[in-house]
């Protein structure tokens, strides 16, 4: 967002250079052979007392130096953002909540939890599936009985991923969740295998599902996952498609009989007795 401001402004100000005259900006000229700054890793100087260590070690050093002199600690920043979760889909968790004229917006009560999807509904290709479902729709205020509507969003499937995991340590539990003990014997997960995308995505959200968790005194434990292995790193080496088509003297038109005999040809496939 900000630096969309950015160019708002310099935008507002170009056009009033132009259109007004009444602006005067003095933009500063850079040598062409003036060097930017280094801002790579490498050895500090002119550092004092840190000056020749290396960047990444100086960094601990000077935080040292900085609590030690009560002026500052490390922290780390978790770079969790903002999470819309709520989707005009079919497939997804139902969001318990109604909408009364009377009381206005309500929880719907445990007792009546967990809300399925219904199945009578249409799927249109437009506008939201839920919506098409009368049945699903029209229902009963918890708070005074008078008639009702139901929330036609869905949560968003990250929702139910970010701790399902916890539900397969106990997946037979009709009044919890999870049972504690079953979760803090079978938790962490291992491994965590998944594709980059995750790093960002699935992976901060089950973390922080996670630590909330643990907050609330439902585990015992703060990160789900020892290990993280993301798909494109297990390979030894990526190959493209199209590079091996052309090696084998072969186009994308090939079939996959024309590509095998090629492979044998070269000698990469060898037939077994």
């Known amino acids: 967002m900000k630096s ?45 007392e840190f000056s020749g260590l ?52 309500v ?5 009546d939890l967990p809300v399925k999807l219904p199945l009578d509904v249409e799927f249109t290709g437009h506008g939201n599936p839920l919506a098409t479902s009368e049945s699903f729709v029209n229902t009963t205020c918890p708070k005074c009985g008078g008639p009702a509507k139901r929330e036609t969003d869905t949560m968003d499937t990250f929702f139910d991923s970010s701790w399902y995991f916890l539900r397969f340590c106990d997946p037979k539990n009709d009044q919890a969740p999870f049972d504690k003990e079953k979760a803090n014997y079978w938790m962490p997960v291992d491994i965590y ?11 901060l959200y089950a973390r922080f599902f996670e630590k909330f968790l643990k907050d609330l005194g439902l585990v015992d434990y703060e990160e789900p996952f020892t290990k993280l292995i993301t798909q494109g790193m297990v390979l030894k080496k990526w190959v493209s498609i199209r590079k091996l088509l052309q090696g084998l003297g072969l186009d994308e038109n090939a079939t996959v009989g024309e590509l095998l005999e090629k492979l044998k040809e070269k000698g990469y496939l060898k037939e077994t007795p």
């Not at 819309?84 to 969001?95: A, L």
């Not at 295998?193 to 992976?203: K, N």
Request: glycine content about 8%; overall charge positive; proline content about 4%.
């Open 193 to 203: 295998i998944g594709g980059i995308e995750h790093a960002v995505l699935h992976l």
């Open 54 to 105: 290396d960047s990444e070690e100086a960094k601990k050093r000077i935080v040292e130096k900085l609590e030690k002199l009560g002026l500052g600690k490390k922290k780390v920043t978790y770079r969790l953002r903002d999470w819309n979760i709520s989707r005009q889909r079919y497939w997804g968790t139902p969001i318990p909540v109604v909408y009364c004229e009377k009381c206005g917006t």
């Open 107 to 111: 929880p719907v009560d445990e007792k």
């Open 4 to 48: 969309y401001k950015n160019l708002f402004w310099f935008l507002f100000i170009s056009f009033s250079i132009r259109e007004k005259g009444n602006f005067k900006i003095s933009i500063p000229k850079m040598d062409k052979k003036q060097k930017l700054p280094y801002t790579g890793k490498g050895k500090l100087i002119n550092s004092g």
